[in-house]
């Protein structure tokens, strides 16, 4: 018997090295061995520095809080670009003074690019939490395109998913899906703030928000997004769950929970609406 229980465990540690080493140099690196989490201090420096040494590679996070000071940046050129997997309770938190507008993670945020035909150009960030702390945007993408933004849970942002105009002639062509934004309650707090082109969003909740999504572009689909209002009532009445302000964009199953105004639309705009209420 106590045989068979040593064949076992030597086989148990040797399948846990073979994954450890599958995990690291295979199909992701396991960032959490390099930078541990819950250690009280700023590690977007040693984040940073992976990303900048580790181009065309999945990076993983493990469960737990890992302080930022500042913006994260990933690369747009697709030879340089990575992918960040958070696992469901890994956490980056905002800490220390920020600048307004700057978001915790900014995908695309240096070498920008203009590219689709090359593998790695359709970087993604995926999983996890974004604590923006009440001073910081949650996640933008600057720059590249066919960016893909997974399954997040953004917290405590002044914005919570911001798109800037595009690289393409101002087309962004970003996939976002799965998310969860809780804002700050002010009234300078954004769910969704989308400035480029051609996004598809689909199945994101919003709350504490005084503007749930404003959209400054065209070309965008959106199928089962509810922005819902619970801040403190200030300047209530201008309030909105959905603001329009240019070309044609496509709603699906939208609907706006408590807003003073649920759908408003400014400018030139041919808006298709199927199944959205408030």
Known sequence: MKKILSLIMAAVLILSSVLFAFASDGMYLNVSELVPPNTGKDVSADIQKIIDENPNRALAFADGEYLISKPILTP????????????????????????????????????????????????????????????????????GRETMIRNVSIKNTVCGIHILYGANSGSSDADISGINIIGTGTTESVGILVEGFDNTFTNIRIGNVFTGVHLKSAGNMLRNIHPLYYSDYTDYENSCGFLIESGTNWFDFCYSDQFGIGFRTTGNNESVMNDCFC
Request: aromatic share 8%; glycine share 14%; no cysteine.
């Open 76 to 143: 747009a050129d697709p030879q340089k670009s990575v992918s960040l997997h958070l696992s469901d309770f890994a956490v980056f938190k905002a800490t220390g003074d920020w600048t307004k507008g700057e978001a915790v993670v900014q995908l695309g945020g240096k070498n920008p690019a203009n590219n689709t035909s090359k593998p790695g150009s359709n970087y993604s960030f995926e999983g996890g939490i974004i604590d923006g702390s009440g001073v910081a945007d949650g996640i933008s993408i600057n720059s």
